[in-house]
């Protein structure tokens, strides 16, 4: 099954703290690609982060950074020094490329709330 | 440069009409995706092209969702005999090759 779970609808967190998003997958394949975009009202989808599964290294991008387990299947996306500006949907997303095609299968969200 | 455009913004129609909504990709990408969103949920994928031919159009729900993309740049997703339960954000995003998505604002889709 092609599947990206978020099991946490809600998450708030105060200014300037760290909050950590959870994010699990399943997948056959070895090598792979997973994302975390931000969705804030504009509904515009902006890429906040990505993983290659090959890469043991976790990526970070300023104040966001992820825990790559691909034993676990997870890729949990922690931000840190919160911002006002962070507050959206964030959506787990894994780059599917069998077949001859490429789309993303994405997570149902997590609302971040931060509280000033 | 400019980004994914999406047109119209918003559209409301009536249950059983025909609606088109456009997407102009960031020039040169050659790969260009439809996805839904609909309330509370996660973008779904709905069809992919790369060039002028859709290479998989198996996330469209039934044969009254069709696209286009006839030169391959702007795209064309077009919904005939619209239902309440076709009522979403219709989010369309490009790409270079195959690799990472950039997405367009969305079209919010009301079908009364």
């Known amino acids: 099954a092609q599947t990206v779970t978020q099991s946490q609808p809600e998450m708030s967190v105060q200014e300037a703290e760290t909050v950590t998003l959870s994010c699990t997958y399943d997948t056959s394949e070895s090598d792979y690609y997973l994302f975390w975009y931000k969705q804030p009202p504009s509904r515009q989808m902006i890429l906040v982060i990505r993983q290659e599964a090959y890469k043991q290294q976790n990526a970070t991008e300023n104040r966001f950074s992820v825990n790559f387990q691909k034993a676990a299947k997870s890729f949990s996306l922690k931000i840190s020094d919160s911002q006002l500006g962070d507050a959206a949907m964030y959506f787990c997303?894994?780059?599917?490329?069998?077949?001859?095609?490429?789309?993303?299968?994405f997570g149902t969200g997590t609302r971040l709330k931060v509280l000033a | 440069g400019a980004g994914v455009s999406q047109t119209p913004s918003n559209k409301v129609t009536e249950k059983g009409k025909y609606v088109e909504l456009r997407c102009d990709p960031i020039s040169g990408h050659t790969a260009l995706y439809w996805y839904r969103q609909s309330l509370g949920q996660g973008p779904e994928f709905l069809i992919y092209?790369?060039?002028?031919?859709?290479?998989?159009d198996s996330g469209l729900p039934n044969d009254r969702f069709f696209a286009v993309r006839p030169e391959g740049s702007v795209s064309t997703l077009k919904i005939q005999r619209t239902e309440r339960g076709d009522s979403a954000v219709y989010l369309c995003?490009?790409?270079?090759?195959?690799?990472?998505?950039?997405f367009g604002p969305g079209t919010r889709l009301t079908v009364l």
């Open positions: 092209f790369q060039g002028t031919g859709a290479a998989d």
């Open positions: 997303a894994r780059l599917i490329t069998t077949s001859g095609t490429y789309k993303y299968i």
């Open positions: 995003a490009s790409s270079p090759t195959t690799g990472e998505q950039f």
